[in-house]
């Protein structure tokens, strides 16, 4: 399992973190993204609230100098690729993702050389690195599009998340070779425990993230991006549910529904374990953000070949969403 660093305590005491990034943003226009895994206070203070792609896009989308991202390495280098001409940090570098660890490129490289019949479909929780060698890019929400797309007859590894892959596997019956990675959070929900809070709450519907494994989302009543979560319950009349997904979701839930309950979902281990939080979200911090505004550091610097290899199957997914977009609404 991966392990980061927690969370350094406060060295600048007495500074109000909050009125000092408004005034920060305001001086360098800065726009301020928190993905709905981030603490209630970042996602408080952020310009736009959502799911990784999505926030990139509307940072691209505004006349913003700087991108402030609040929440992994991966999501700042994403927006990096979709607006090369605008300075982009993150609160904390350290800030990973089990997955794109998983998924070394030089080992992703290995697998092209020995497989080169193979299109790779590569989920955006990845390095620039692996994009670039990627002919898709997929999201949660995308990739059953992405895969229509393909012509049967091409053999694909799906990377690098195998739970992901699977579920896309059974919804679209392609025979995808899987890379082994997972997410720390998703891998460690509990089937038992899952039953048993089910049979405690029979009226509450799960929602589950497709990171999650088999054994959680045979389970689900709706299996979805964090966005299809978020409007699942919206539109559902019960008022309890259940969540497989970094807890850290509730926070808009629980603004948009206020009269509706939201569960965890279990994890493996008991006592004080904390399987539904991100370890790696958990490292930004207000003070970080603050200083990252201030210093302008740390930066997402990416060479421009590299970033434009790295935006061909980004851009292959995009137009292939838009143009079923288009398709849906004529």
């Given at each position: 399992?991966?392990?980061?660093?927690?969370?350094?305590?406060?060295?600048?005491?007495?500074?109000?973190?909050?009125?000092?990034?408004?005034?920060?943003?305001?001086?360098?226009?800065?726009?301020?993204?928190?993905?709905?895994?981030?603490?209630?206070?970042?996602?408080?203070?952020?310009?736009?609230?959502?799911?990784?792609?999505?926030?990139?896009?509307?940072?691209?989308?505004?006349?913003?100098?700087?991108?402030?991202?609040?929440?992994?390495?991966f999501m700042g280098e994403v927006a990096k690729i979709l607006s090369p001409e605008k300075k982009v940090v993150i609160p904390d570098m350290e800030a990973g993702c089990s997955l794109e660890e998983a998924c070394p490129a030089d080992k992703?490289?290995?697998?092209?050389?020995?497989?080169?019949?193979?299109?790779?479909?590569?989920?955006?929780?990845?390095?620039?690195?692996?994009?670039?060698?990627?002919?898709?890019?997929?999201?949660?929400?995308?990739?059953?599009?992405?895969?229509?797309?393909?012509?049967?007859?091409?053999?694909?590894?799906?990377?690098?998340?195998?739970?992901?892959?699977?579920?896309?596997?059974?919804?679209?019956?392609?025979?995808?070779?899987?890379?082994?990675?997972?997410?720390?959070?998703?891998?460690?929900?509990?089937?038992?425990?899952?039953?048993?809070?089910?049979?405690?709450?029979?009226?509450?519907?799960?929602?589950?993230?497709?990171?999650?494994?088999?054994?959680?989302?045979?389970?689900?009543?709706?299996?979805?991006?964090?966005?299809?979560?978020?409007?699942?319950?919206?539109?559902?009349?019960?008022?309890?549910?259940?969540?497989?997904?970094?807890?850290?979701?509730?926070?808009?839930?629980?603004?948009?529904?206020?009269?509706?309950?939201?569960?965890?979902?279990?994890?493996?281990?008991?006592?004080?374990?904390?399987?539904?939080?991100?370890?790696?979200?958990?490292?930004?911090?207000?003070?970080?953000?603050?200083?990252?505004?201030?210093?302008?550091?740390?930066?997402?610097?990416?060479?421009?070949?590299?970033?434009?290899?790295?935006?061909?199957?980004?851009?292959?997914?995009?137009?292939?969403?838009?143009?079923?977009?288009?398709?849906?609404?004529?």
């Amino acid at each position: 399992m991966s392990t980061c660093k927690l969370p350094a305590a406060n060295s600048h005491p007495g500074v109000d973190f909050r009125a000092g990034i408004e005034r920060l943003r305001k001086e360098k226009n800065a726009v301020i993204l928190a993905h709905y895994y981030q603490a209630a206070e970042i996602q408080d203070l952020a310009d736009f609230i959502g799911d990784s792609l999505d926030l990139s896009r509307k940072a691209a989308a505004t006349d913003a100098e700087m991108i402030v991202f609040c929440g992994v390495r991966f999501m700042g280098e994403v927006a990096k690729i979709l607006s090369p001409e605008k300075k982009v940090v993150i609160p904390d570098m350290e800030a990973g993702c089990s997955l794109e660890e998983a998924c070394p490129a030089d080992k992703l490289a290995q697998f092209k050389k020995e497989h080169p019949d193979h299109l790779v479909v590569t989920y955006i929780n990845s390095s620039v690195e692996v994009k670039a060698l990627s002919d898709y890019i997929v999201t949660s929400s995308s990739a059953l599009d992405i895969l229509a797309a393909i012509p049967q007859d091409r053999p694909i590894l799906f990377a690098p998340d195998r739970h992901l892959g699977s579920w896309v596997k059974r919804q679209t019956g392609r025979d995808m070779t899987l890379w082994p990675g997972s997410c720390i959070v998703h891998e460690d929900f509990s089937e038992e425990g899952l039953l048993e809070l089910k049979r405690k709450l029979p009226q509450a519907p799960v929602a589950a993230h497709p990171e999650c494994p088999f054994s959680i989302l045979r389970h689900a009543d709706h299996v979805g991006s964090t966005t299809s979560i978020i409007e699942f319950v919206r539109t559902r009349p019960e008022k309890e549910f259940i969540i497989a997904t970094e807890k850290h979701i509730f926070h808009q839930m629980a603004k948009e529904n206020p009269d509706k309950i939201f569960h965890a979902a279990p994890g493996a281990m008991d006592g004080d374990c904390k399987c539904a939080e991100c370890p790696f979200m958990a490292l930004n911090t207000l003070e970080k953000v603050w200083l990252a505004l201030r210093d302008e550091k740390p930066e997402i610097v990416i060479a421009e070949d590299l970033r434009k290899q790295a935006l061909k199957p980004l851009q292959r997914m995009l137009d292939i969403t838009a143009a079923k977009a288009a398709q849906s609404a004529a």
